[in-house]
């Protein structure tokens, strides 16, 4: 299963983005999936995550009511929509996936068996 995130650039503080994830190897439809964000020092944190059932999560403390997860089967791929970007969401966004996943192990990196090699976002003041 291979992973390819895309999406990322530079934008200023409160445009959007839409990261994407196309999952090769494997069709999307009974896989969890997470979007995840590291900056340079700092553990690799949560931003949302989708089940294969079309639950979401999304870390209420950074991305609630910006940041939005959605899949495309069809197209075996899976989005995050970031609006009102801000200087925080800077960072290396990372994909990540596993059959089968369940709701409440969206947010553990532990619990995913593949990553993409990530997409840079930089949002600029």
């Known amino acids: 299963v291979q992973l390819q995130a895309s999406g990322g650039g530079l934008v200023q503080v409160g445009g959007s983005l839409r990261l994407s994830c196309a999952v090769s190897?494997?069709?999307?439809?009974?896989?969890?999936f997470g979007w995840f964000r590291q900056t340079q020092g700092k553990e690799r944190e949560f931003v949302a995550g989708?089940?294969?059932?079309?639950?979401?999560?999304v870390n209420t403390d950074s991305a609630k009511g910006r940041f939005t997860i959605s899949r495309d089967n069809a197209k075996n791929t899976v989005y995050l929509q970031m609006n009102s970007l801000e200087l925080e969401d800077t960072a290396v966004y990372y994909c990540?996936?596993?059959?089968?996943?369940?709701?409440?192990?969206?947010?553990?990196?532990?619990?995913?068996?593949?990553w993409g090699q990530g997409t840079e976002v930089t949002v600029s003041s």
């Open positions: 990540a996936a596993r059959a089968g996943i369940i709701y409440s192990s969206l947010g553990v990196p532990s619990a995913y068996d593949y």
């Open positions: 190897g494997r069709t999307v439809r009974r896989s969890g």
């Open positions: 989708i089940t294969w059932s079309g639950s979401t999560s």
